[in-house]
Structures are given as C-alpha cells and as structure tokens.
C-alpha cells in the first residue's frame, strides 16, 4: 500500500523513474483486472507519456509537486478530453467529451498520471456497482462480495493496489460506502468546495467528487490538488484552500467530539456495533471529549433522498434522448418514437426506476405533496446538524450497517440496496464533508469503516480526527489479498 508521499521522496531521490512506477501500476492492472474489474479503459501509452514529462522535469532539476508521477484512477463519470466517457452505460458507451472537467485539469496541472477510468455503478445511480452496464467489479478482499457504490471501482482499485489513488463521486454515500467496504480512505468534501464541472450530472444539488486514497494524508494531498472556487460552477465556493496537511497531528485533546445516537440501533450488525464501542474508547484515549448527541432528522435521511435525487435525476437525465450525443437507436420511424426506443436501449433498470420515481415526484398533483415537503425535511436535518456543531468539533458514526455483502443478494430487493446508504446520506443532505476510514475487521475478515463529519468547510477538522485515529490504530496497514 505505497504512499504518495513516500513515493514523491523515491521519485525525487531518483530511487525509481516514474516511468517505472506507472509501468508497475499498468502490469498490476493487467494482472488483477479479470478477477476485479475496477477499470473500464486503461490508458497505458497516455499514462507512460505522462510519466516521462515527469521525469523529464526531475532530469532537467526542476521542482516537483507530491503529486507528479504519482499514478491515479478516475471514475467515468468525469469528463477527460479524448477519452470515453460512459458513465457506466450503454446510452454514452462510445461518447467522447471535447473538453476536461476541472478536477482532471488540476490534477494534469499537478503532474499526476491518468492509468485510466474506473467502473461505477450506471451514471452513479447504486451501491454495490452491480448496475455498470459493462458489468460488476469485485471486492479485493472477497471476490464474492460487492465493492460497495457507486464508485466500487475506484474503492476497488486502490484497494487491489491497481492505483495509488483515485477519485470518485459521492450523491449520497457513493465514496464513503466503497471505502468502508473496501478498507481505504474515502472523502466527501463540503458541497461546492471542489468543482463539479465536467462531472457527469446525476443530482446536481448533492453530487461532490472526492479522494479515495490509502492513508488519510493521501486524501489530504489529493483534496489540496482538487478544490478551490471554479467560475464554470455556479455553487463553488469562493474561499482559499488551506493546506489540510497541517492538521494532522497525533493527538485530539481539547477536541470535542459527538456519536450520533440515531445511528447506534436497529437495523446495525452487532459486529459494526461493537467495532464502533471500541472506537469511542480510542477517541477518549486520543484526548478527546466523546460524548452522545441525537440528530432526530437523522433516519428521515433516506426517505428524503429518494425523492430529491431522483427528481433531480429525471431533470438531469432527460438530456439523453438520441438527439444530440451518446446512443440513438436507428430502427426508429419518427421522432418520438426515437426518443423512446433509445431511453428503452441506453439506460438500465435501476436508472428507468429512478427516472420514474423522480418524474412521479415531481408531476402535477404529487409536487407538494413529496418533493416540497422533503425539501421542507432536508432544512430539517441541516438544522439538526447546526445544532450538533454548536456542542462538538465533529461527529461520528459507522460509515455503513454492514459490512460488504455478497454480490447478488440485493439486486432483487432495491429497498434493501438503497439502506446501504443509510448512515452516509444526511451529510449529502446538507452538504457537510464527511470522511470514512478502516476501524475493524469482522469475523469474514471484511473491513468496517468510521465515519467522521465535519461542519462546513472544517474538513481540516475531519482530518485531525481521522488521522488521529488513523495513527493510533493497526486497521489502515492491513492490506487486501489481492495488494
């Protein structure tokens, strides 16, 4: 489980060449991808080309960043010029974008190495990255079991030691739940803190993109690379960017920090349950004050999600009708008749239910009635939240219910699919950053996550505490069969 930082240190001693270090990555990727799956396209000859400017810099003596050469993942719903974007689907299987989203072109600008884009739940709508319409990916510590979604590939590829670091997208536990599953670092930062231009649209009004990363100071290096205020979207945040690595220090005294009480009972593996007693010991060793606190709006979380991000998804979705890019089937006789047949072709089960569900939503009669209403609970929850942050620097709970489960045995019941989600989405909800990391293992010897909250814009909060822990604890240096 190599480090960046670590790496950085080999590249500018001249231990290594990044060229070497890609080609390690790319013959990893060869090897392990009929059994994972994380990648849907690798880009080696791009990626080699990448490393050598790289090395060119370090020949000539020219300074580099921690993140040049360091070989990366990308999950396929960010646009990359020249290179497909499909989102997991069949309706953009052969789209190509003409531009980079902002993410990619700051990470480029840093001298990071593109190996290629990740597998992902169809147009991130899932929780296991079982709905690709390119088929699952596996989870590196059980092959049978779910990676977690929707951006199980990227979760998958750092954990199969396929990168070193990748991003995601999170709507409403997308990065957090894989990295649960798969034993990383995973991060949702503040909403509008890093741009979502050129991310793929799924529901506008919760969709962040964040770090998957070994260690929480990778996904502090990655997080410094990505975010800062981008005038092409109009919810970024206009605000400097710290350097979150000066927050990480070994101890949390004088920190005040709440376990949300709402996410302790039922419907939680005892085996999660007991893991999490044994984190609020740690805490409590760390220096920190740890104390109980209700969020009441809590559990309203996920019935308020499903009916916001599927209204924003038939909203954002409905740009795919044949017309203008991605598929467009070609035994159609008139234009509606078009329209139909591709959306009948492009999109996949669990995207036409969420399509439907948010066009019920948001349709005469039913608006007031659902859609308002939830907007009504969602304000309800941020109070909540405002409340809690008004006692304590942070809080925590469990990243997920349960550990990864094996692929298959939700895909017939959507309703138990979506509770996947249970404990990740509020932070969505009310745009707060959120970070997962290891804090045990269960009987199976599958990894179960930690979820630590911030108040908006102290992500530099969320990494004291995690790292702390982090620090403090054996679970990050475990790593998977397979790396």
């Known amino acids: ?26 013959d990893r990727i060869a090897a392990l991808e009929p059994q994972v799956h994380a990648f849907l396209r690798v880009n080696g000859e791009a990626a080699l080309a990448q490393a050598r400017q790289v090395d060119a810099q370090i020949a000539a003596g020219e300074p580099i960043g921690p993140l040049a050469g360091i070989p990366l993942a990308l999950k396929d719903n960010l646009c990359t010029q020249g290179i497909r974007t499909t989102c997991g689907s069949r309706m953009l299987a052969d789209f190509v974008p003409a531009y980079e989203s902002t993410v990619t072109q700051k990470l480029k600008a840093a001298g990071a190495v593109f190996l290629g884009k990740t597998n992902m739940d169809e147009f991130a709508m899932g929780s296991s990255t079982e709905t690709s319409a390119f088929g699952p990916t596996a989870n590196p510590w059980s092959l049978d079991r779910v990676p977690g979604g929707s ?18 997208s999170d709507t409403g536990g997308s990065i ?31 969709d962040q993109i964040g770090p998957l990363t070994n260690s929480v100071e990778d996904a502090a290096l990655v ?33 005040r920090i709440g376990i949300i009480q709402e996410t302790l009972g039922t419907g939680l593996d005892p085996q999660v349950a007991q893991a999490m007693e044994t984190v609020w ?5 760390l220096g920190a004050e740890v ?30 009708d044949g017309v203008k890019y991605g598929l467009r089937d070609q035994t159609c006789t008139n234009l509606m008749d078009m329209y139909q ?20 939503t948001l349709s005469a009669g039913y608006y007031d009635a659902y859609y308002l209403k939830a907007q009504k609970v969602r304000t309800l929850i941020k109070e909540d939240f405002h409340q809690a942050f008004a006692q304590v620097d942070a809080l925590v709970c469990p990243t997920a219910p349960t550990t990864a489960f094996p692929a298959g045995s939700k895909s017939a019941d959507p309703l138990s ?48 505490v995690a790292y702390a822990y982090e620090q403090a604890t054996p679970w990050h240096q475990r790593p998977s069969p397979l790396s």
Do not use: W
């Open 1 to 26: 489980m190599a480090k960046i930082r670590k790496l950085h240190q080999q590249l500018i001693a001249k231990d290594r060449t990044a060229v070497e270090l890609t080609q390690d990555y790319l």
């Open 151 to 168: 951006s199980g590939g990227s979760a998958a590829a750092v954990a199969a030691a396929e990168c070193v670091a990748a991003l995601g």
């Open 176 to 206: 957090r739940q894989p990295a649960s599953f798969c034993g990383i670092v995973g991060l949702k930062p503040t909403y509008g803190l890093v741009s979502r231009f050129g991310l793929v649209a799924f529901a506008s009004s919760l």
């Open 223 to 255: 997080l410094g690379a990505i975010a800062g205020h981008d005038p092409r979207d109009g919810t970024s945040i206009p605000e400097p960017v710290p350097d979150y690595t000066q927050a990480l220090v070994p101890d949390l005294k004088g920190m």
């Open 281 to 285: 010991r740690q805490l409590q060793d």
């Open 291 to 320: 104390l109980e606190l209700s969020c009441p709006r809590f559990r309203y979380g996920l019935p308020t999600y499903y009916i916001l991000a599927p209204a924003e998804a038939s909203a954002n979705l409905a740009r795919y």
């Open 341 to 360: 047949r591709t959306r009948a072709e492009g999109f996949g089960a669990e995207v036409k239910r969420r399509i439907m569900l948010g066009t019920y």
């Open 417 to 464: 699919m979506y509770l996947s989600d249970l404990m990740t989405i509020p932070a969505n909800l009310a745009g707060l950053p959120a970070l997962s990391l290891p804090c045990g293992f269960d009987d199976q010897g599958l990894p179960i996550g930690l979820q630590v909250i911030g108040n908006v814009l102290r992500e530099d909060l969320v990494f004291r």
